[in-house]
T-cell receptor
């Protein structure tokens, strides 16, 4: 089955530690996105990538880093510089505008990160 | 810049009643519009989308939405709500000219009374 997987589903981190959230897709999509969701709020864009080896900051990139070495993978690292990292993190992908298509996004099941 | 407003934070309807969730957007050109649904602790699932053409679009699970350019709205409707429709609903606006990014509203939480 094609889709997006995120792991782990739940993640606990001590203050001052970096942690990496995994996102993998087998939809052959060019574009991938990371969002943060806080209770009662919508999705806020952290980083996005339109093609391999390229990515751009979204609205709330401070304290986060990403890489896009493979088309299928877009890991997100939450660094110790992120002051309030406890949240629900969602990864998404889309065919990508470079393919001449529209930007329906397909979402993974999410990772809930809790800082202890 | 594009933006989305969902005026209703929380809506409660009785099972079997009709539903309308409001969405207003701001975008300078023709937008791409989406409605997503999210169950607790899960990712988002696409309900329906509007890109062009017929302004009344049908989606999954019996939902439909109507694009009204004059009102900058894209309201979601369902004639008869089922208890399983209880979830959070997000409206989003996107555009190819914006690197494919979508902007999401803050969501509307739907509660269904038996």
């Amino acid at each position: 089955d094609g889709g997006i997987t995120q792991s782990p589903k739940y993640l606990f981190r001590k203050e001052g530690q970096n942690v990496t959230l995994s996102c993998e897709q087998n939809l052959n999509h060019d574009a991938m996105y990371w969002y943060r969701q806080d209770p009662g709020q919508g999705l806020r864009l952290i980083y996005y990538s339109q093609i391999v080896n390229d990515f751009q900051k979204g609205d709330i990139a401070e304290g986060y880093s990403v890489s896009r070495e493979k088309k299928e993978s877009f890991p997100l690292t939450v660094t110790s510089a992120q002051k309030n990292p406890t949240a629900f993190y969602l990864c998404a992908s889309s065919i990508g505008v470079l393919s001449g298509s529209t930007d329906t996004q397909y979402f993974g099941p999410g990772t809930r990160l809790t800082v202890l | 810049a594009q933006s989305v407003t969902q005026p209703d934070i929380h809506i409660t309807v009785s099972e079997g009643a009709s539903l309308e969730l409001r969405c207003n957007y701001s975008y300078g050109a023709t937008p791409y519009l989406f409605w997503y649904v999210q169950s607790p602790g899960q990712g988002l699932q696409l309900l329906l989308k509007y890109f062009s053409g017929d302004t009344l679009v049908q989606g999954i699970k019996g939902f439909e939405a109507e694009f009204k350019r004059s009102q900058s709205s894209f309201n979601l409707r369902k004639p008869s709500v089922h208890w399983s429709d209880a979830a959070e609903y997000f409206c989003a606006v996107g555009a190819r000219t914006n690197a494919g990014k979508s902007t999401f509203g803050d969501g509307t939480t739907l509660t269904v009374k038996p």
